[in-house]
């Protein structure tokens, strides 16, 4: 039978015990004695509860220095992970991940590689067991004393949240995690050290990239119209993204376009079939590591892979769906905008010629009456004249 690539071993401590020596054991965990004790080694160290556990860690003969999220930390941040340790009230989670000799020599050879692995895949890990990774304060160290390189990893939550439920006294629950959470995560870990995880991420990258171009390009009247009316039928655009609550009713619609686009687009088809060839091979590996391991494989990296290109390609479908709204609605105010001058035009037009046509008649008025003064005006002077002449009396 093959041997795991990745072995997971946790132990836990409740801040009180009804047992001393249980009490006894918490305190030297939680560093509340001069000589502490926080790690469980599983192999290669002999009389180790004489050796202070962070100075044990940080021993150059067996580890290369003890670190957080952060890196490696130094003796004031070592002080202060003390203090935290003495004063939390949460549940202490000791672990180590102890790594198959030849996997370990090649994969985890190293501070970088260790720290790069643990920061990786760890917060999906606390995800998995229901803790909120931004509560957890953790450490770990990477330990070549041995043919198997293993890392020992201690954590415990900033603000304790495992209180058990119906209790008159505050009393917080025991640490057991969940199996199947374990399970994933020696499977990721073994995956994410021998750069699969890379690979994966290149991908997916890929098919982003992939996806926004070809919907930015793309001047296919049926897809256009796809995303017209996607973008009309919702009320609000703003803030809003393929998970949230506001597109469950809109999803079938992203997920209809999605496929659409994919069978369309040669560039997001290679993509996609490359991204669904990693999750087969994924699941291959993880159903090997089960089999290995005597457990149960709990589901398959492929269904999660089409939920997750999906996801992704839909938050792209629908700010592709917004920004083509928007050019539309430009588009339609600007035809309003031109109608509507059009209007103001015609009517102006209109007022103009009225306009003119009341001067001309004015104009018209003005010219017969000034002609009719001018035609009296020359009767008047024929009548003087013959008058003068003698020609007729003057009238009296």
Same mark, same amino acid.
């Given at each position: 039978?093959?041997?795991?690539?990745?072995? !997971?071993?946790?132990? +836990?401590?409740? %801040?009180?015990?009804?047992?001393?020596?249980?009490?006894?054991?918490?305190?030297?965990?939680?560093?509340?004695?001069?000589?502490?004790?926080?790690?469980?080694?599983?192999?290669?160290?002999?009389?180790?509860?004489?050796?202070?556990?962070?100075?044990?860690?940080?021993?150059?003969?067996?580890?290369?220095?003890?670190?957080?999220?952060?890196?490696?930390?130094?003796?004031? $941040?070592?002080?202060?992970?003390?203090?935290?340790? *003495?004063?939390?009230?949460?549940?202490?989670?000791?672990?180590?991940?102890?790594?198959?000799?030849?996997?370990?020599?090649?994969?985890?050879?190293?501070?970088?590689?260790?720290?790069?692995?643990?920061?990786?895949?760890? %917060? /999906?890990? +606390?995800? *998995?067991?229901?803790?909120? %990774?931004?509560?957890?304060?953790?450490?770990?160290?990477?330990?070549?004393?041995? &043919?198997?390189?293993?890392?020992?990893?201690?954590?415990?939550?900033?603000? %304790?949240?495992?209180?058990?439920?119906?209790?008159?006294?505050?009393?917080?629950?025991?640490?057991?995690?969940?199996?199947?959470?374990? $399970?994933?995560?020696?499977?990721?870990?073994?995956?994410?050290?021998?750069?699969?995880?890379?690979?994966?991420?290149?991908?997916?990258?890929?098919?982003?990239?992939?996806? =926004?171009?070809?919907?930015?390009?793309?001047?296919?009247?049926?897809?256009?119209?796809?995303?017209?009316?996607?973008?009309?039928?919702?009320?609000?655009?703003?803030?809003?993204?393929?998970?949230?609550?506001?597109?469950?009713?809109?999803?079938?619609?992203?997920?209809?376009?999605?496929?659409?686009?994919?069978?369309?687009? /040669?560039?997001?088809?290679?993509?996609? &079939?490359?991204?669904?060839?990693?999750?087969?091979?994924?699941?291959?590996? !993880?159903?090997?590591?089960?089999?290995?391991?005597?457990?149960?494989?709990?589901?398959?990296?492929?269904? /999660?892979?089409?939920?997750?290109?999906?996801?992704?390609?839909?938050?792209?479908?629908?700010?592709?769906?917004?920004?083509?709204?928007?050019?539309? &609605?430009?588009?339609?105010? !600007?035809?309003?905008?031109?109608?509507?001058?059009?209007?103001?035009? /015609?009517?102006?037009?209109?007022?103009?010629?009225?306009?003119?046509?009341?001067? =001309?008649?004015?104009?018209?008025?003005?010219?017969?009456?000034?002609?009719?003064?001018?035609? *009296?005006?020359? &009767?008047?002077?024929?009548? $003087?004249?013959?008058?003068?002449?003698?020609?007729?009396?003057?009238?009296?």
């Amino acid at each position: 039978m093959e041997t795991p690539k990745v072995n !997971f071993f946790v132990k +836990f401590y409740a %801040p009180q015990y009804k047992s001393q020596a249980m009490q006894e054991k918490r305190k030297y965990y939680s560093s509340q004695k001069a000589k502490d004790y926080m790690n469980y080694i599983i192999t290669g160290i002999n009389d180790i509860k004489k050796i202070d556990y962070v100075n044990y860690m940080e021993n150059r003969e067996k580890s290369r220095g003890i670190f957080n999220q952060n890196g490696l930390i130094n003796n004031e $941040q070592k002080a202060e992970l003390r203090n935290k340790l *003495r004063k939390t009230k949460s549940v202490i989670w000791d672990a180590v991940i102890s790594f198959e000799e030849v996997f370990g020599k090649t994969w985890v050879n190293s501070y970088e590689q260790a720290y790069n692995l643990v920061k990786n895949e760890l %917060p /999906k890990f +606390f995800k *998995r067991c229901g803790l909120n %990774p931004d509560n957890v304060e953790w450490f770990a160290g990477l330990h070549e004393n041995t &043919d198997n390189r293993h890392i020992h990893l201690c954590f415990f939550e900033k603000k %304790p949240t495992r209180i058990r439920p119906n209790k008159k006294v505050k009393q917080y629950s025991n640490g057991k995690l969940s199996k199947v959470a374990m $399970q994933e995560f020696r499977a990721n870990l073994e995956l994410s050290a021998t750069d699969f995880k890379a690979r994966e991420i290149k991908i997916r990258e890929n098919i982003k990239q992939t996806t =926004s171009e070809e919907l930015n390009t793309k001047s296919g009247l049926v897809l256009n119209n796809k995303l017209l009316h996607l973008a009309n039928g919702i009320s609000n655009l703003d803030n809003i993204f393929y998970s949230s609550m506001e597109m469950a009713p809109y999803r079938a619609e992203i997920d209809s376009i999605t496929s659409y686009l994919i069978s369309k687009s /040669k560039t997001v088809q290679t993509a996609y &079939d490359e991204f669904i060839s990693q999750a087969r091979y994924k699941d291959e590996k !993880f159903a090997h590591y089960c089999k290995c391991n005597h457990c149960e494989q709990p589901y398959t990296f492929e269904r /999660k892979y089409m939920q997750d290109i999906y996801r992704r390609i839909g938050n792209e479908v629908i700010k592709c769906a917004k920004k083509l709204k928007y050019i539309d &609605d430009k588009r339609l105010m !600007f035809n309003a905008k031109i109608k509507s001058q059009k209007y103001a035009q /015609k009517k102006s037009l209109v007022a103009q010629i009225v306009e003119c046509m009341e001067m =001309s008649a004015q104009i018209d008025y003005e010219a017969i009456k000034a002609f009719e003064d001018y035609l *009296r005006k020359l &009767d008047e002077a024929r009548y $003087q004249i013959l008058v003068e002449e003698g020609y007729i009396e003057a009238e009296m």
